[in-house]
């Protein structure tokens, strides 16, 4: 069975650092695509970054130059350190892999509010 955990939300000002963590059972992430989904409310859920397993790192346009993703094939983790954060990040943020063969995956997402 597939679980995707994640960790690392909470509340931060404006600016501020974050860094979200998803642990992965059940699937390998070093073999498969794995990263991040945001959904604000009354919006709908949208990529914010996601890694392949060659490595190549695709991010959205609003996260660009902030967020970086990075996995780790030892400990099948998939992190997400945020930087320079503003208040239209806030948002539940799931992590997400999918597989060669089309199985999608999804945590339970964790809460990231940023206000002052």
């Known amino acids: 069975q597939v679980q995707l955990v994640e960790s690392g939300g909470g509340l931060v000002q404006p600016g501020g650092s974050l860094r979200l963590s998803c642990a992965g059972s059940?699937?390998?992430?070093?073999?498969?695509?794995v990263g991040w989904y945001r959904q604000a409310p009354g919006k709908q859920r949208e990529l914010v970054a996601h890694i392949t397993s060659g490595g190549s790192t695709t991010y959205a346009d609003s996260v660009k130059g902030r967020f970086t993703i990075s996995r780790d094939n030892a400990k099948n983790t998939v992190d997400l350190q945020m930087n320079s954060l503003k208040p239209e990040d806030t948002a539940v943020y799931y992590c997400?892999?999918?597989?060669?063969?089309?199985?999608?995956?999804w945590g339970k997402g964790t809460l990231v509010t940023v206000s002052s």
């Open positions: 059940g699937i390998i992430f070093g073999i498969n695509t």
């Open positions: 997400h892999a999918i597989t060669w063969r089309g199985m999608d995956y």
